[in-house]
């Protein structure tokens, strides 16, 4: 299906283009939604629509034309069984693309390509809005055992107030047992180091 494009390929050669191109779609196909660069995004749409209107028509012979460029046969299964039947009487246009921006430390452009009619893009569109991804905070490392201190200060810590706190079953408190007087000790008289005196006769 896709013809060689005139100008640098997305791989080493065709055979490794066509590889990359069904990886994506497999991919794309099973998850809904992928994050790759803008080349291989706008690569892949027209690679990826081709398969979906096949599957669209139906039939054992365009199920084994999928099959031979997908080559997965649980991939083609869930192709013909879910995502061609979500698109309904869309003419065409099953996919899109998002840009990103630059890729941290090469700055190669990236873009998210997601199937248009994908679950979770459609309880998107009914909210009205993109979700919000929270922002990533990031440790800062140190060395020594400072490490260990820093992730706990920036963990929040559970208040016991804040959990629900059980009722506590009231203890009768238990009498306390007297202390017996101790026997009083006699202290014994020192014998002299001096023998007595025996009264002389």
């Given at each position: 299906?896709?013809?060689?494009?005139?100008?640098?390929?997305?791989?080493?050669?065709?055979?490794?283009?066509?590889?990359?191109?069904?990886?994506?779609?497999?991919?794309?196909?099973?998850?809904?939604?992928?994050?790759?660069?803008?080349?291989?995004?706008?690569?892949?749409?027209?690679?990826?629509?081709?398969?979906?209107?096949?599957?669209?028509?139906?039939?054992?012979?365009?199920?084994?034309?999928?099959?031979?460029e997908?080559?997965?046969?649980?991939?083609?299964?869930?192709?013909?069984?879910?995502?061609?039947?979500?698109?309904?009487?869309?003419?065409?246009?099953?996919?899109?693309?998002?840009?990103?921006?630059?890729?941290?430390?090469?700055?190669?452009?990236?873009?998210?390509?997601?199937?248009?009619?994908?679950?979770?893009?459609?309880?998107?569109?009914?909210?009205?809005?993109?979700?919000?991804?929270?922002?990533?905070?990031?440790?800062r490392?140190?060395?020594?055992?400072?490490?260990?201190?820093?992730?706990?200060a920036e963990?929040?810590?559970?208040?016991?107030?804040?959990?629900?706190?059980?009722?506590?079953?009231?203890?009768?408190?238990?009498?306390?047992?007297?202390?017996?007087?101790?026997?009083?000790?006699?202290?014994?008289?020192?014998?002299?180091?001096?023998?007595?005196?025996?009264?002389?006769?």
């Open positions: 299906m896709p013809r060689p494009s005139k100008g640098p390929r997305l791989g080493a050669g065709p055979a490794h283009e066509r590889a990359i191109l069904r990886g994506l779609s497999r991919s794309l196909i099973e998850h809904g939604r992928i994050v790759t660069t803008e080349t291989k995004a706008k690569r892949v749409r027209p690679f990826v629509e081709k398969l979906i209107t096949k599957a669209r028509k139906g039939g054992l012979h365009n199920r084994r034309l999928v099959l031979a997908i080559g997965d046969r649980r991939v083609v299964h869930q192709l013909f069984e879910r995502v061609a039947p979500r698109t309904g009487d869309r003419p065409g246009g099953y996919t899109r693309i998002m840009k990103l921006g630059p890729r941290r430390g090469d700055a190669t452009p990236m873009a998210i390509i997601e199937l248009v009619d994908a679950p979770h893009t459609r309880e998107r569109e009914a909210i009205g809005a993109a979700p919000k991804a929270e922002p990533r905070r990031r440790l490392r140190r060395r020594g055992g400072a490490e260990e201190a820093e992730i706990e963990t929040p810590v559970e208040t016991e107030a804040a959990a629900p706190s059980e009722p506590e079953a009231e203890v009768t408190p238990e009498p306390e047992a007297t202390p017996e007087p101790e026997p009083e000790t006699v202290p014994e008289p020192e014998a002299s180091a001096e023998p007595e005196e025996t009264p002389e006769s």
